[in-house]
């Protein structure tokens, strides 16, 4: 939180200190709501890169985010709370969660020669699947299925609070009936060592079990420890996910 002590760009009744994460396509920065009589609340807001802003598919894509985010309302799921687009600067507002990754989690525990305990890992995956369970619930205003699919379901996208809770977050590639923005044919989206191989094949096969095969990596990951898929280069890694072995933990640790 010490990023608040730094001089902030103001942006409508918003406030943008210091930066927390940066993506391909946008920077998260830490931010406060600037309201009325002194109300003010702290959130994080995702940027798109100027580079992007000004692109109208990148723009449709952003803002199809915040359109399904705005529909997950459940508390293993990171919560948007507004859209902002002006002349020079096009953001969402969520939700502020102080925790880390799992990833991080993960990175910080292999770095001390050690795990995470196996009753901490199922907690956090609990909390992640319940928060994947919502995602794929998810309905419109109309109360039809939106069918979203997650498809980038990874340790960077876990977000573990200090409250304990874990919550599932970023939405910018999910697949969801009636997006205005839609993958290019041939594009993979998403991370690959965490595909399911049908999701690497493409086609109309991708459905929410697409996402649960993410989640079996994402918790074998926790326990070992290692990476399941590793290759020198992504040919090496295809063909891992491809042929879709996954040894038991108890062989490893």
């Not at 880390?100 to 292999?110: D, I, P």
């Not at 191989?197 to 493409?202: A, I, K, S, T």
């Amino acid at each position: 939180m010490s990023a608040l002590n730094s001089s902030p760009r103001i942006v409508g009744r918003y406030a943008l200190y210091g930066e927390i994460a940066s993506g391909g396509m946008a920077t998260v920065y830490l931010g406060r709501l600037l309201g009325q009589v002194g109300f003010s609340r702290t959130v994080a807001i995702k940027c798109l890169h100027p580079q992007f802003a000004k692109d109208p598919d990148f723009m449709s894509m952003f803002l199809d985010e915040a359109r399904l985010a705005a529909r997950i309302q459940h508390p293993n799921a990171v919560q948007t709370l507004d859209v902002v687009a002006t002349d020079d600067d096009l953001f969402l507002v969520m939700e502020y969660v102080q925790g880390e990754s799992l990833s991080r989690l993960v990175r910080a525990s292999n770095a001390k020669n050690q795990r995470i305990p196996p009753a901490i890992v199922t907690s956090i995956l609990c909390g992640m699947l319940h928060g994947l369970h919502a995602v794929h619930e998810a309905r419109d205003e109309h109360g039809a299925p939106l069918g979203i699919v997650h498809r980038d379901v990874s340790p960077q996208n876990v977000l573990v609070g200090v409250d304990g809770v874990a919550r599932v977050l970023d939405f910018g590639v999910a697949k969801a009936a009636g997006r205005l923005q839609t993958t290019r044919e041939g594009q993979l989206k998403g991370k690959l060592s965490y595909m399911a191989p049908e999701q690497v094949r493409g086609g109309a096969s991708i459905t929410r079990q697409t996402d649960l095969y993410s989640a079996t990596i994402v918790l074998w990951e926790a326990l070992t420890g290692q990476r399941l898929h590793d290759g020198e280069n992504e040919a090496q890694v295809l063909g891992r996910v491809l042929q879709g072995d996954m040894p038991p933990p108890s062989h490893l640790v």
